[in-house]
């Protein structure tokens, strides 16, 4: 089952446009990870903010996380067509033992048309 | 630094028929795991390897394996295969299982036929 539900599923604006996603989890964390994917290619790293965490930055990004309300947000600033992408959040799921594993929403298709 | 690579890219196999994936994890990275992606699924965990030893398994099929050698890479194994194996297998490596911050290959593409 998936851990991670990214809202909305789909998202289109125009270059210079900011874009919000969300994504709500059901346990609790340790940390929660954003990622980017091109079509059909490997997944591509963001962020990563603790729990402990409520914002991080980097670059034109920022993440917020709401450990109260199960929930995290990750904004891209002054978009270009290059950040057309699907964008994944992943929780951290504890598994047993020490054993944590990364379990994905089904993602944000974002188009940013020129 | 080299990234994740994975290999082959592509592959096409028919129905029956067995394929091994390969995964070669960042440098300094011992925990290697597995997931499949469909458009249906999404990303699904298959399982993670640290240490040559298998620390987690997600719900698939014993057709489903891998391993890890010493030097940390992986390999996965699907045996007999079925129309719905079809799907991109991406290979994530990290520090340790305790460190779930994660990089993926670009992901082998299998399509079964």
């Known amino acids: 089952s998936q851990q991670g539900e990214e809202d909305p599923q789909a998202l289109s604006i125009q270059e210079g446009e900011n874009a919000t996603m969300n994504c709500s989890y059901k346990?609790?964390?340790?940390?929660l990870q954003w990622y980017r994917q091109n079509s059909g290619r490997g997944l591509v790293h963001l962020i990563l903010i603790r729990s402990n965490e409520r914002e991080k930055h980097s670059g034109r990004l920022r993440v917020t996380l709401d450990t109260s309300k199960k929930s995290s947000s990750l904004l891209i600033t002054a978009s270009r067509a290059a950040d057309t992408a699907s964008y994944f959040c992943a929780t951290d799921a504890y598994s047993g033992g020490s054993n944590y594993k990364l379990t994905f929403g089904k993602g944000t298709l974002l188009t940013v048309n020129p | 630094k080299a990234g994740v690579t994975q290999t082959p890219r592509y592959l096409i196999k028919t129905r029956g028929q067995q394929v091994t994936l390969s995964c070669s994890p960042i440098s300094g990275h011992r925990s290697v795991s597995w997931y499949q992606q469909t458009p249906g699924q999404g990303l699904q965990f298959l399982f993670e390897?640290?240490?040559?030893?298998?620390?987690n398994k997600g719900n698939f099929p014993g057709r489903f394996s891998g391993r890890q050698f010493s030097n940390s890479r992986s390999e996965m194994n699907v045996s007999t295969l079925e129309l719905g194996d079809s799907a991109l297998y991406l290979c994530a490596s990290s520090l340790s299982p305790m460190n779930t911050e994660a990089f993926f290959g670009q992901g082998t593409r299998l399509t079964v036929v």
């Open positions: 390897y640290f240490s040559e030893t298998q620390r």
């Open positions: 346990t609790s964390i340790n940390n």
